[in-house]
């Protein structure tokens, strides 16, 4: 990827010039402040640039869009964080969102609207996945190309909101070989952070959920493990540590292999 | 005559029976919120005919599904059988329908035939799976006890069935060919069913009259009085699901499964905070508890989810935390609410209709560790072949744990913290929210 730093706007920013983007970037928590979610970030900004799509962030006036909360449990901290989210941006009268996490992406669609947010709300895999098939983004393969790439469903990007196709697309268009573990689609299994268990030790067992993922992702031998999550990004990266593989096998957001196999 | 009058008390007293313990568990069910599920009702008609009714979902693990096609398809049919022995056995006739029908009841019953072997094959399959192979998800400790138990009875109970069909039928056939059934004679050597023509002499052929004729009425009554006795088995059992898998999948969930529910109680508290206009959507004078203690702050949706449970475990097998060796087992979630459900329903017939405190709750049941074990992943959701969604219990024991009872795990209070002060789950300032874009 190159370094060459991209100008990002923040809508007040936008709002003070006068202009309204296209856009929405709905960053997250884990994509704004977690150093290895950044480069996800990062790679979606590029993208977005590349294709010239006129967008924004909401900068420090985003904040937690509440679903480790209400997956714990605390309706009264969602609930407070949604309102809190949906003035700011029916304020600005967005319209689309593009998110760089399944998380955001489902609690932004499906449980914004009862509470007064409704936006047209897409994953980021969508996102390129529409702009592959319209002709604005040509993508090769480049250091991907003939790779074998195992792709790692999401929970709430899979089973909670029916997306299966659209990484699974990407991957191809990248000249790659996409392999598939048993438990796939419908029947992927987590990486272990759903359910605000990214923020706690796990109950007493025989085994780490995330270890049991990235066994079973490592058995197929990938040159990469593919997320569209940043918190399975998380879980498979220290999986993949455990089991010592980190030089064969590298933990990567369908982002990151648009951006790097273009030399975005 | 004394027959007739014998199955007519029988079918009565079955049927009066039946009744009496399906509106309990329609009580008990009722005891839950109310929720409506009355929306998209053509939605909701192609998920029962494709889920239930086609056993869609089942075929994610196919050569369970098979079998248990076998079963449900025998046991859809056996019931055209079932009116015939019916009407026998209120006028004391002998196949009664059999003359009327002629070739198109030998077809019939023949089909019911086949079916009911394969039907047999597929009992002995699942009693093997059980017991012999020891199957995992058959065998977890939440099956310890009675539910193994209950299993081994309808599968065993379903045999008895199929053999009473046979004893009935391939005595009749060596009468008929014998002309001595009590069948009207229509002619020929053999009432021309398809299995019975063959295994009858096979096994009965050398028997005199008198013993064919005993072994043709054990049969007879042996399977009339093991359907009376199903029917009123049901309601003790987890066979249950053979009714309930109908309704349940009707009112299945039909929102993106990502979606969970929106407190409207919390919205009413938190709300007029941002709008000082906003009306409260729930009645004041009947606040609701936030979340769920006991089995009737669920929704009778959420009960007869619990009802409709056939313990197959596909739920658990599917579970990340299971898998790992975690105490949480989304089946015993469901077979826990259950089990509290029926203690609630023999408390309010003991104490003549009302519910009396019994100090009790859905936490005597299920642990908080398996409620905070959960990953909300839906993969048990994903699984169950009758749409039951043990993921809803969960979470909203969870929210009674945090909101009424201040009671999570201290991480998840500090990324409660977090979020609250820093509008992010970890501890870093919210004006550095876009540092990221400063570096390269």
Redesign the interface.
């Given at each position: 990827m190159s370094?060459t730093?991209i100008?990002?706007r923040?809508m007040a920013e936008m709002m003070a010039a006068g202009e309204t983007p296209e856009i929405l970037f709905w960053?997250g928590?884990s994509?704004?402040?977690d150093d290895r979610a950044?480069k996800i970030?990062?790679a979606i900004v590029r993208i977005l640039d590349h294709v010239n799509i006129k967008f924004a962030?909401l900068?420090?006036e985003?904040?937690?869009n509440?679903d480790?909360?209400?997956?714990?449990?605390?309706?009264?901290?969602f609930?407070?964080?949604a309102?809190?989210n949906i003035?700011v941006m029916n304020g600005y009268g967005i319209k689309k969102i593009v998110t760089g996490c399944p998380h955001c992406f489902?609690i932004l669609k499906?449980?914004y609207p009862?509470?007064g947010g409704n936006y047209e709300v897409i994953h980021h895999t969508q996102l390129v996945q529409d702009l592959i098939n319209q002709g604005k983004l040509k993508v090769k393969g480049g250091a991907f190309k003939g790779k074998k790439i195992v792709f790692h469903d999401p929970?709430?990007l899979g089973?909670?909101?029916?997306v299966y196709e659209a990484p699974r697309e990407i991957i191809q268009k990248l000249d790659s070989e996409l392999a598939e573990m048993k438990r796939s689609r419908?029947?992927?299994?987590?990486c272990?952070?759903?359910?605000?268990?990214?923020?706690?030790?796990?109950?007493?067992?025989?085994?780490?959920?995330n270890?049991?993922?990235t066994e079973e992702a490592l058995a197929l031998n990938p040159d990469v493990i593919a997320v569209a999550c940043p918190f399975c990004n998380t879980m498979m990266t220290d999986g993949v540590k455990n089991f010592n593989k980190e030089d064969k096998t590298k933990v990567l957001d369908i982002a990151e292999l648009i951006a790097q196999a273009n030399d975005l | 005559m004394i027959s007739s009058v014998i199955f007519a008390i029988l079918l009565i007293g079955a049927s009066v029976l039946f009744t009496i313990n399906v509106r309990k568990i329609r009580r008990n069910i009722l005891l839950g919120r109310d929720i409506s599920l009355t929306d998209n009702k053509g939605d909701r008609l192609r998920t029962m005919l494709l889920v239930a009714f086609g056993q869609q979902k089942m075929f994610s693990k196919p050569i369970p599904a098979i079998l248990h096609l076998f079963l449900y398809v025998a046991f859809i049919i056996t019931q055209i059988e079932l009116l015939e022995i019916i009407w026998d056995g209120f006028t004391g006739a002998h196949r009664a329908f059999r003359p009327a029908l002629g070739g198109f009841y030998t077809f019939m019953v023949s089909f019911i035939e086949i079916l009911s072997v394969l039907a047999f094959i597929g009992t002995i399959a699942f009693l093997s799976r059980r017991n012999l192979l020891k199957v995992p998800r058959l065998n977890m400790k939440e099956l310890k006890g009675w539910p193994m138990k209950d299993a081994n009875l309808i599968l065993l109970g379903e045999l008895s069935l199929l053999c009473f069909i046979f004893m009935m039928n391939g005595a009749d056939e060596v009468l008929y060919s014998r002309g001595e059934s009590h069948a009207v004679n229509t002619g020929g050597n053999s009432l021309g069913l398809s299995i019975s023509s063959i295994i009858g002499p096979a096994l009965f052929g050398n028997m005199s009259h008198d013993t064919l004729v005993i072994l043709e009425r054990v049969g007879w009554w042996g399977h009339i009085i093991m359907v009376f006795a199903f029917l009123n088995y049901l309601p003790i059992s987890k066979h249950l699901h053979i009714i309930l898998g109908f309704p349940n999948t009707y009112f299945s969930n039909l929102r993106k499964k990502g979606q969970f529910t929106t407190l409207e109680s919390v919205t009413d508290v938190v709300a007029p905070n941002f709008d000082p206009a906003y009306v409260a959507k729930t009645d004041p004078n009947n606040p609701q508890r936030f979340g769920v203690k006991d089995v009737q702050d669920l929704t009778w949706k959420n009960l007869l989810d619990a009802y409709t449970c056939t313990e197959c475990g596909r739920c658990t097998s599917a579970c990340p935390q299971n898998i790992t060796g975690k105490k949480l087992s989304p089946r015993k979630i469901m077979m826990d609410t259950r089990d509290r459900l029926e203690e609630v329903g023999k408390n309010i017939d003991k104490n003549k209709g009302t519910f009396v405190d019994d100090g009790k709750s859905l936490f005597d049941y299920i642990s908080t560790e398996e409620i905070w074990a959960c990953n909300t992943c839906n993969a048990c959701v994903q699984e169950c072949p009758v749409n039951i969604d043990p993921l809803a219990i969960i979470m909203d024991m969870r929210r009674f744990l945090v909101m009424e009872q201040s009671q999570s795990p201290n991480e998840l209070n500090m990324m409660f913290t977090n979020t609250e002060n820093n509008g992010a789950p970890w501890q870093f300032s919210p004006s550095d929210r876009a540092n990221w874009t400063k570096e390269n």
């Open positions: 370094n730093p100008t990002v923040t960053v928590c994509g704004s402040f950044k970030t990062k962030i900068g420090a985003e904040s937690c509440g480790p909360a209400k997956r714990a449990g605390n309706e009264f901290l609930q407070m964080q309102m809190q003035t489902n499906n449980e009862a509470l929970c709430y089973r909670g909101n029916d419908a029947k992927g299994l987590c272990g952070a759903g359910g605000a268990q990214m923020f706690k030790e796990a109950e007493p067992g025989n085994k780490e959920v270890v049991e993922r | -």
